[in-house]
């Protein structure tokens, strides 16, 4: 069973300042990870994918994938109230199942 | 925004009782989901269909079954619902699993009495 373990939280970061997210998974052999922001009382949705080692950055946000210590993290520059939400790593699921494996999430408060 | 649709929203019944819940998508996208989530907890895929006529179980063990007649609906059924089967079922769609891009629905949060 493939597992993707993050921290819960909550994590709470002052408005402008950089967030920082962590999450961890279990198969070597995952390629791709994804981060997926998920507001209270609504649905997850993807913000970021890795495919490869190193930074990716999209505006305020920087997915980062260090596959020799499976670790992939997501880095919210600037942070603003509404970026406040359970933030969700999510790798494939494999084994020859499609979809995802999702952590729990870490839920994340940016304090004004 | 996606255009994936899930009803009911919400639904309280009693124990014993067949439900459906129904989800469907305008995109056309042949891949679609069923997840799972309880409150603070992640997500678990309980079915899944590659497209037409094709259904498999997640990684959870579920008591539910779905059905993949036309591309774009993808119903959930339970014949007897009990208490244990209370949570938020999300249903999603992805044009190809390998990018990771899953469109949800809103969710049908289902209490069983």
């Known amino acids: 069973q493939k597992e993707v373990e993050q921290n819960s939280g909550p994590l709470s970061v002052p408005e402008g300042a950089i967030a920082s997210l962590n999450c961890t998974y279990s198969d070597r052999g995952s390629q791709s990870f994804f981060w997926y922001r998920q507001y209270s009382g609504k649905s997850p949705e993807l913000i970021m994918s890795i495919y490869s080692n190193g930074d990716k950055e999209d505006g305020r946000f920087t997915a980062q994938l260090n596959k020799a210590s499976q670790y992939v993290s997501l880095l919210i520059r600037d942070s603003q109230p509404s970026d406040s939400a359970t933030y969700l790593c999510a790798g494939p699921t494999g084994g020859g199942a499609d979809g995802l494996t999702f952590g729990k999430g870490t839920h994340l408060i940016i304090q004004p | 925004e996606a255009d994936i649709y899930q009803t009911p929203r919400y639904l309280v019944i009693g124990t014993g009782k067949k439900i459906t819940l129904e989800c469907s998508q305008t995109?056309?996208?042949?891949?679609m989901y069923w997840y799972q989530q309880d409150p603070g907890m992640e997500l678990h895929l309980i079915h899944y269909?590659?497209?037409?006529?094709?259904?498999e179980k997640g990684d959870l063990s579920s008591e539910s079954t779905v059905s993949r007649i036309r591309t774009e609906h993808f119903p959930l059924t339970l014949e007897s619902a009990r208490p244990s089967h209370t949570s938020q079922y999300l249903c999603?769609?992805?044009?190809?699993?390998?990018?990771?891009?899953?469109?949800f629905g809103e969710g049908s949060r289902l209490t069983v009495l």
């Open positions: 995109m056309g996208h042949d891949k």
């Open positions: 999603a769609s992805s044009e190809s699993a390998d990018t990771g891009e899953l469109f």
């Open positions: 269909s590659y497209g037409v006529n094709s259904t």
